[in-house]
Each structure stands twice: as structure tokens, then as C-alpha cells.
């Protein structure tokens, strides 16, 4: 079955400690992308990939890190997390046609809270 | 200003009403998204346009590039599509994606 899978789904953690959200797909897609969903601001994206060893920045990338070191794997870590990145985080990939990206696919959503 | 409008941002229906959602950009774009969002739920690609029009099912999708504006219909709407539906553009120099902030459609039996 094709999917975005994404983990965990829930964490809750304090200031300052660093943690890793996982994020696979399975697709072979070369586009892989995080985004974070606020209420009142809707989607915004943070890093996105376009292939192995090429990412770059999306709308709100500070105090994010991204890798991309095999195709069906992106990452998101946030070394120092802070309260205003508790939101609810979403990965998604798609294939990258000669016209744009086609459709994407996303990952069920990672809740986090940072206290 | 917002670089992709939505409207209406929220939207109430009857049941069977023919259903309007609209998205303006202002950036040069290689593609647009249409994404639906249920309460609580995951995140579903319904279109991907770069020109013209496609369909499926009783959703329709339309996109005229020189106006820099799409449109997504419903018809003959049902309970089952509430839910907030999202525009989303691809900037055509960097694949970098830009989101409208969402149409919340509730149709009422």
C-alpha cells in the first residue's frame, strides 16, 4: 500500500531537549516535504527535498533541521524545541513531473506539544 | 497581502447545493493544489491543475493561469464533504508550496 508514515504521532516534551520526528515513504518519490499546521495559519512549510542531499527552506524554517540521506526517508529534528513549535506537523512526498509536482501524499500528522 | 487567497473562508450549504470554492495567487506558479482536510483527520490530494480543468466524481477543478485564480466545485454536495478545503501553489522558480488559509464547508442534511 502506497504511504506516507510518520512518527510518533504524539509527544509531548519539555523546552530544550531534542527530538526527531521520522518520516518515510514508500513510493520512490523524489519530493519529500514538512509543513506545520497552526490554527488561524493554516499550513505553512518548513524544509522540503527535492531528491537525496538537496533540501531547502520553506516558509518557517528556524529552529529546524532537515536530512535527506536515502530517498524514502526525511527526518525533521528539532534541537532545542520551544514552546511556539507546538503545533501539529505533517510530512508529504510526491512524484516530480516535467509540468510541477503531482499529487501529494501526506502523512496521518504528528501532534506535538512543547511545554 | 497574501501571496494565495481563499473565499468564502467559511461556508454553510444544504444538501444537493452546487458548491463554489475559489483561490487567487499572486506568484508565477507550475502547479496548484486542491487538498481536503476533515475535522480531525489526515490531509487528501484531490487535484493537482497546471492548466484547463479536471473532474472527478462530483468535484470539478478549474484553473485559468493569465487570471492567476482556480476554482473548485461541488455538486450535488453532500453531509460527507464538510471538511476545509485547502488551495495550495507551487512557486514555479523554487517548487516551494504556498497555502491559502482554508474554506471550512459544512453541508447540512
Known amino acids: 500500500e502506497a504511504q506516507v508514515t510518520q512518527n510518533p504521532r504524539y509527544l509531548i516534551t519539555v523546552t530544550g531537549k531534542k527530538l526527531t520526528v521520522t518520516c518515510s515513504q514508500n513510493m520512490n518519490h523524489e519530493y519529500m516535504s514538512w509543513y506545520r499546521q497552526d490554527p488561524g495559519l493554516g499550513l505553512r512549510q518548513i524544509y522540503y527535498?527535492?531528491?537525496?542531499?538537496?533540501?531547502d527552506k520553506g516558509d518557517v524554517p528556524e529552529g529546524y533541521k532537515v536530512s535527506r540521506k536515502e530517498k524514502r526517508n526525511f527526518p525533521l529534528i528539532l534541537e532545542s524545541p520551544s514552546p511556539n513549535q507546538t503545533s501539529l506537523y505533517f510530512c508529504?512526498?510526491?512524484?516530480?513531473?516535467?509540468?510541477?509536482?503531482?499529487?501529494?501524499?501526506f502523512g496521518p500528522g504528528t501532534r506535538l506539544t512543547v511545554l | 497581502k497574501n501571496e494565495v487567497e481563499q473565499s468564502p473562508q467559511n461556508l454553510t450549504a444544504q444538501e444537493g447545493e452546487f458548491i463554489t470554492i475559489n483561490c487567487s495567487y499572486s506568484?508565477?506558479?507550475?502547479?496548484l493544489h486542491w487538498l481536503q482536510q476533515h475535522p480531525g483527520g489526515g490531509i487528501v490530494s484531490l487535484f493537482m491543475?497546471?492548466?484547463g480543468k479536471k473532474k472527478h466524481g462530483r468535484l470539478i477543478a478549474t484553473i485559468n493561469i493569465q487570471e492567476k485564480h482556480s476554482s473548485l466545485h461541488i455538486t450535488a454536495s453532500h453531509p460527507r464533504d464538510s471538511a476545509v478545503y485547502i488551495c495550495?501553489?507551487?512557486?514555479?522558480?523554487?517548487?516551494?508550496?504556498?497555502f491559502g488559509t482554508g474554506t471550512l464547508l459544512a453541508v447540512q442534511p
Open positions: 495550495a501553489v507551487v512557486m514555479k522558480a523554487t517548487n516551494k508550496l504556498i
Open positions: 491543475l497546471s492548466s
Open positions: 506568484v508565477g506558479i507550475s502547479a
Open positions: 508529504a512526498s510526491s512524484y516530480q513531473g516535467l509540468v510541477g509536482l503531482h499529487e501529494q501524499f
Open positions: 527535498s527535492m531528491n537525496v542531499e538537496v533540501t
